[in-house]
C-alpha cells in the first residue's frame, strides 16, 4: 500500500510558477503527477521512474519540471510559465506494479493516487 499527500498548490497570475510536492510512503516505482481540471477527462501531465527517466504531456514540455527525491520518497512538479488552462486539480501517483513508466494510461485502478492539490492560474 502507498500513502500520497500533495501539497504546493494555489493562486497564481499567467506567467508565473508554482511548485508542488508530493510526499510518498511505501514502495514508490512509477510516479505520475495527472491534472483534472471541471468537466474533463484526467490528463497525465507527466512521470518519472526510479531512474531519474521523464516524460511529459506535450501541453507542459519545456514548462514543467518533474522530479523526485528518492531518500525522502517525495515526488516534484515545478511549474513555470502558467497559463489559464494549466487550472485544474493536480494528483500525485504511483503505479501500483510498473517500475518504469511508459506513455500509456492504465487506468485509475492501476495507480494509488493522492487527495490532489488545486492550482488556479488567472489571466
Known amino acids: 500500500q502507498v500513502q500520497l499527500q500533495e501539497s504546493g498548490g494555489g493562486s497564481v497570475q499567467s506567467g508565473g510558477s508554482l511548485k508542488l510536492s508530493c510526499a510518498a510512503s511505501?514502495?514508490?516505482?512509477?510516479m505520475v503527477w495527472f491534472r483534472q481540471a471541471p468537466g474533463k477527462e484526467r490528463d497525465k501531465v507527466g512521470s518519472i521512474d526510479s531512474r531519474g527517466s521523464t516524460l511529459y504531456a506535450d501541453s507542459v514540455k519545456g514548462r514543467f519540471t518533474i522530479s523526485r527525491d528518492n531518500g525522502k520518497n517525495r515526488l516534484y512538479l515545478q511549474m513555470d510559465s502558467l497559463k489559464p488552462e494549466d487550472t485544474a486539480m493536480y494528483y500525485c501517483?504511483?503505479?501500483?506494479?510498473?517500475?518504469?513508466?511508459?506513455?500509456?494510461?492504465?487506468?485509475?485502478?492501476?495507480?494509488?493516487w493522492g487527495q490532489g492539490t488545486q492550482v488556479t492560474v488567472s489571466s
Open positions: 501517483s504511483v503505479h501500483r506494479r510498473h517500475t518504469y513508466c511508459d506513455e500509456r494510461y492504465y487506468g485509475a485502478d492501476s495507480y494509488f
Open positions: 511505501g514502495d514508490t516505482r512509477c
